[in-house]
């Protein structure tokens, strides 16, 4: 079993529609929660970081983290077709520790 | 700031070829890594740094070396280029401390025929 599950999708969705994206994971050990944005052709960069359990909102972005069903997930209002990308789940259990990545899910919003 | 920086952006390889990839971040982090990213399979992590002189392996460390003899420099050696080595290469970093994020250079396109 791989440390952290991501459907790849692919996901199209039309614009104004709400995305929901999600990964799952095995190690409790995990603390540290991210997502990263990548455009084709382009680096990873990161979109939202969540310290543990518990929601971060970051204006039409909401990050959710549920550890005790070793889950985590992020919404998308209001989406835009420069929300085309691949968005990518990641999560490390200590400061220095290594980033576990998830396949990443491709997502596109048609005008 | 530069962020972190990649060279060469393409490269061919043959197969036996050996080659480089360079990295470099302007950003003073101690956390440098390799990771390869190939269709369906997300970002595997090659080899990776957690300061001057300290180096580990990751997930696919096969067919890879690394050094890290400066704090800004963290090249990626091909001894023997192989078809399976053909894949998008990203150099990232990192402080290390807190709630850092991790940067990510633009990535090398390595085709080894």
């Known amino acids: 079993q791989k440390e952290v599950e991501q459907d790849p999708g692919p996901l199209s969705v039309p614009e104004g529609a709400i995305v929901s994206l999600n990964c799952t994971y095995s190690?409790?050990?995990?603390?540290?929660f991210m997502w990263y944005r990548q455009y084709s052709r382009k680096g990873p960069e990161l979109l939202m970081y969540t310290y543990s359990s518990g929601n971060k909102e970051d204006g039409r972005f909401t990050a959710q983290v549920d550890k005790s069903s070793k889950y985590i997930s992020l919404f998308i209002r209001d989406s835009q077709p420069s929300d085309s990308a691949t968005y990518l789940c990641?999560?490390?259990?200590?400061?220095?520790?290594?980033?576990?990545f998830g396949r990443g899910t491709q997502l596109t919003v048609w005008p | 700031n530069a962020g972190v920086t990649q060279t060469p952006k393409f490269q061919v390889l043959k197969t036996g070829q050996s080659m480089t990839l360079q990295c470099a971040q302007d950003?003073?982090?101690?956390?440098m890594s390799w990771y390869r990213q190939d269709p369906g399979m997300g970002l595997r992590l090659i080899h990776y740094?957690?300061?001057?002189?300290?180096?580990d392996q990751g997930e696919v460390p096969n067919g890879y070396n690394v050094s890290r003899s400066t704090t800004e420099d963290f090249p990626l050696r091909l001894l023997s280029a192989a078809p399976s080595q053909t894949s998008v290469y990203f150099c990232?970093?990192?402080?290390?401390?807190?709630?850092?994020?991790?940067?990510f250079g633009p990535g090398t396109r390595l085709t080894v025929l």
């Open positions: 990641a999560m490390r259990g200590s400061t220095l520790g290594r980033l576990y």
């Open positions: 740094s957690v300061g001057a002189g300290i180096t």
């Open positions: 950003m003073n982090h101690e956390y």
């Open positions: 990232a970093s990192r402080s290390g401390t807190g709630s850092d994020e991790q940067f």
């Open positions: 190690n409790s050990a995990f603390q540290y």
